[in-house]
């Protein structure tokens, strides 16, 4: 599964967020950023499914492109392992 991320150089490294999930993490380096960014999504739908709360869906690429906010920022998307369904002994 794959998730747009949008990067902002800050300091001495990147903020990532993923805005699908309202994540926010951090970096030193792109490759760093990216790998927190996926760790962290882990997490989230880790805990979404521990909840049993749903996912968000995720809105198409090109709307988060056109948005205002994320303008002159750098995005990239990556790639998480699907989680499996936990059933309940």
């Known amino acids: ?14 903020a990532v ?6 994540v926010i993490t951090y ?6 950023a990216k790998s927190a960014a996926a760790e962290a999504i882990k997490i989230n739908l880790e805990a979404y499914q521990e909840t049993g ?4 869906e995720k809105q198409p690429a090109q709307a988060h ?5 994320f303008a002159d920022l ?6 998480v392992a699907e989680y499996e369904t936990r059933m309940a002994a």
Do not use: C, S
Request: aromatic share 10%; hydrophobic share 45%; charged share 25%.
């Open 17 to 22: 967020q993923v805005p699908d999930l309202a």
């Open 1 to 14: 599964m794959r998730y747009l991320i949008v990067l902002e150089q800050a300091g001495t490294g990147f």
């Open 27 to 32: 970096g030193e380096t792109l490759e760093d």
């Open 74 to 79: 750098l995005f990239a998307f990556v790639r």
């Open 65 to 69: 492109l056109e948005n205002p906010d």
């Open 53 to 56: 709360k749903p996912v968000p």
